[in-house]
């Protein structure tokens, strides 16, 4: 597309730093100053509750981001670089593993039915298709490794298909907050408070931190390379 101006990977890359250190921030101020605090045992269950949104958004999601971007981030070679991309990859789906525990615990000691929204269901999906992209990510980049061709070939796949997956991550991050405002706002939390703006902007911010993160990887490491998704040099 003659005339289409050339955009750069770096720029995103800060913003997507940028955006991630605000909105953990102010996940942590959510539920920490406003919600009450953190905590695994409690008899206040919504101390464990309180864990969900935290693991989801800071383990899960940002850290997420982080070892999506470390191919673009990280002044180390591309062997180095694949390293950090799998082993954050790995502490996004533990963290994110021990979140959705949290819930899941907050409704058997409240006597609260399980997976009844639409959140938890594509949550639970979520979480499976995450899974089933590290193995098979492992299995073909690393450990044993396919064949070159195979690997050629797989690649775009494996973006294509890790990119759709933190897509719905960022979504379904972002029915949570709807769905827990919600809840507050009808058990008489004021529709205007300084806690609702807080709760709406933290998951606008979690938008443009999700569309910062996916314009950096299809947006090319350097202005002179080729136009659409092209793989990160081995250098
Ligand atoms: C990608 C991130 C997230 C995933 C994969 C996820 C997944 C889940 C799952 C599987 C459940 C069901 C637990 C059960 O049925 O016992 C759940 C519950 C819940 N989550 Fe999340 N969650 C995420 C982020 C968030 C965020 C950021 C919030 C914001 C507060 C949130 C709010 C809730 C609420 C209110 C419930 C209880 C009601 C329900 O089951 O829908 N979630 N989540
Ligand atoms: C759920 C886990 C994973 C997700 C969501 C994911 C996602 C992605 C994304 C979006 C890219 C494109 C980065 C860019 O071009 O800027 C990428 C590249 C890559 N990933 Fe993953 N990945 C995951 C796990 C893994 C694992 C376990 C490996 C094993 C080594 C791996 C190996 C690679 C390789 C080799 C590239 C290619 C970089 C290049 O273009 O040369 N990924 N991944």
Not at 5 to 25: E, G
Not at 139 to 146: D, I, L, M
Request: proline share 4%; aromatic share 14%.
């Amino acid at each position: 597309m003659a005339g289409f101006p050339s955009v750069k990977a770096a720029p995103f890359t800060y913003a997507s730093h940028a955006l991630a250190l605000a909105s953990a921030a102010m996940v942590l101020v959510w539920c920490v100053h406003f919600r009450g605090g953190l905590a695994f045992e409690s008899s206040n269950k919504s101390l464990i509750f309180n864990i969900h949104p935290v693991l989801m958004l800071i383990g899960f999601i940002i850290i997420g981001s982080e070892a999506i971007m470390s191919y673009k981030t990280l002044p180390w070679n591309h062997e180095m670089n694949k390293i950090v991309h799998f082993t954050l990859h790995a502490i996004a789906l533990v963290l994110g593993a021990v979140g959705i525990y949290a819930a899941f615990k907050f409704h058997n000691e409240s006597g609260i039915d399980n997976l009844y929204s639409l959140h938890s269901w594509v949550g639970l999906g979520t979480i499976s298709l995450y899974g089933i992209q590290w193995i098979l990510g492992f299995v073909t980049f690393f450990f044993p490794g396919a064949p070159p061709a195979l690997r050629g070939k797989s690649l775009p796949w494996h973006v294509l298909f890790g990119l759709f997956v933190y897509i719905l991550a960022v979504a379904t991050a972002e029915l949570g907050f709807l769905e827990k405002l919600t809840f507050l706002e009808s058990s008489g939390l004021y529709k205007y408070s300084s806690e609702a703006f807080l709760v709406n902007f933290t998951a606008l911010i979690l938008i443009f931190l999700g569309a910062s993160v996916v314009i950096s990887v299809i947006a090319p490491a350097r202005a002179d390379a080729p136009r659409g998704y092209s793989e990160i040099s081995e250098n």
